[in-house]
């Protein structure tokens, strides 16, 4: 008898605890409210996540914005082409790298409300614009090409076109123009300069970048000027590069104009001792097969290539999904941003249990912000506070033998510049 009581004492409680756990498990889950400060995005169970993507793929620098994509798929790939369990959709503009295209691009991708974030652009100038409009829209944008100093930080501070939400992991071109004034300055003792840029936020700011150090050096610019997007006679600019005396032309150009400064340039005899050093965009393999044994003797300013295992790895796998060998090695720098993006709205949404997706407009840029020491494929990955994640690393290249091609160009480095 005092065993029966004993269990039945022990009884009533459990039997109270079951029915309260599954009254509990059968309730609704609270609906989700949004506390964003900039807004939410919820995706239903099922539904695939929408990503914008900015990217020049029409006219010269096409190979470049087809490399960022690239690197998007392949990091894509890495997560079959899903995150915390839905599919991802891409909504493709062209930018045109030009201002214009990159707000109107902009424009039609924040016009659809379930757009996640934005993965872009190429040219800066396209992303002067856009990341304005999208950090208004309260976006997050975050690129693998765009390196003008004008977009993220100049000196330690807030640059003009500087917009909260956009990253990047385009290592910032003011420590490009530092580099080339320390090869040219220090190490070849040239100290009379001539700077040709075309109005773009990337060249102009690039060709600032390298007066003021070249100039704090010591350095004389004997010639500052600009030509005009799709300019095609070159010798009146080149004729007061001769005059001016200048020991070197720094012209940080895209194609086709850095094309047509350089196939002009050679044409000039006067030209023949002046050293012709030009920025990363060049650092591509449509440019070399262009210009061929023309561009020997030659320097370019671009992002040190990295190396290592993970590299080879990103390489191999770049080959067989596309059949071919990369053409710039800018895949590698939008692989790290699309892996930073996606690892972020890994970080910042929030799931219901029935899959239903929740994301914080400004939990996605806080989680990015307080991005410190991620390995990528490029190296260690720190935002600052103005987007900068990629550590300030350029090397100086210089073409010695034309029938290398990229590689060779690549692995002829003459001078390495690193940021403290």
């Known amino acids: 008898m005092v065993i029966t009581r004993i269990v039945s004492f022990l009884a009533f409680p459990l039997a109270l605890f079951l029915t309260l756990s599954l009254n509990s498990c059968s309730q609704p889950e609270p609906p989700y409210q949004c506390t964003d400060s900039i807004g939410c995005v919820t995706v239903p169970p099922g539904e695939p996540i929408t990503l914008g993507v900015l990217q020049a793929l029409s006219g010269k620098v096409a190979p470049l914005g087809l490399a960022q994509i690239r690197g998007l798929e392949l990091a894509l790939d890495k997560r079959d082409n899903s995150i915390l369990g839905h599919p991802i959709v891409l909504h493709i503009e062209d930018t045109g790298c030009t201002q214009e295209g990159g707000a109107n691009s902009a424009l039609k991708i924040i016009a659809d409300p379930q757009t996640f974030a934005i993965f872009g652009s190429t040219c800066s100038g396209a992303a002067a614009t856009a990341s304005r409009a999208m950090s208004d829209a309260g976006l997050t944008m975050i690129s693998g090409n765009n390196s003008a100093p004008f977009l993220t930080s100049i000196a330690g501070k807030a640059a003009p076109n500087w917009q909260a939400g956009f990253f990047r992991t385009a290592p910032n071109e003011e420590n490009a123009g530092k580099a080339a004034a320390d090869y040219v300055f220090l190490q070849l003792g040239l100290q009379r300069a001539a700077t040709i840029h075309d109005n773009d936020i990337y060249t102009k700011g690039l060709a600032e970048s390298f007066k003021k150090a070249f100039t704090d050096l010591g350095g004389v610019i004997v010639l500052d000027t600009a030509i005009n997007k799709g300019e095609l006679e070159m010798e009146p600019v080149l004729t007061a590069v001769i005059n001016s005396g200048a020991q070197l032309l720094f012209f940080p150009l895209f194609q086709p104009e850095g094309n047509n400064i350089l196939l002009q340039a050679r044409k000039l005899p006067a030209l023949n001792d002046t050293l012709l050093i030009s920025g990363g965009a060049l650092i591509e393999k449509s440019f070399l097969d262009e210009v061929g044994d023309v561009a020997k003797g030659m320097c370019f300013v671009g992002p040190t290539n990295p190396k290592g295992d993970a590299v080879n790895q990103l390489a191999a796998a770049y080959e ?89 160009l690549q692995d002829n480095r003459v001078f390495s510049y690193i940021s403290n």
């Open 320 to 408: 067989t999904k596309f059949k071919e060998q990369p053409t710039v090695n800018y895949y590698l720098s939008g692989y790290d941003a699309a892996t930073l993006l996606f690892r972020a709205i890994e970080q910042a949404a929030k799931t219901d249990r029935d899959g239903t997706l929740h994301l914080g407009r400004q939990a996605l840029r806080d989680a990015l912000y307080a991005t410190i020491d991620v390995n990528g494929v490029t190296g260690s990955l720190t935002c600052t506070q103005f987007g900068d994640c990629a550590q300030p690393a350029f090397d100086i290249l210089r073409l010695d033998d034309p029938s290398l091609g990229l590689e060779g």
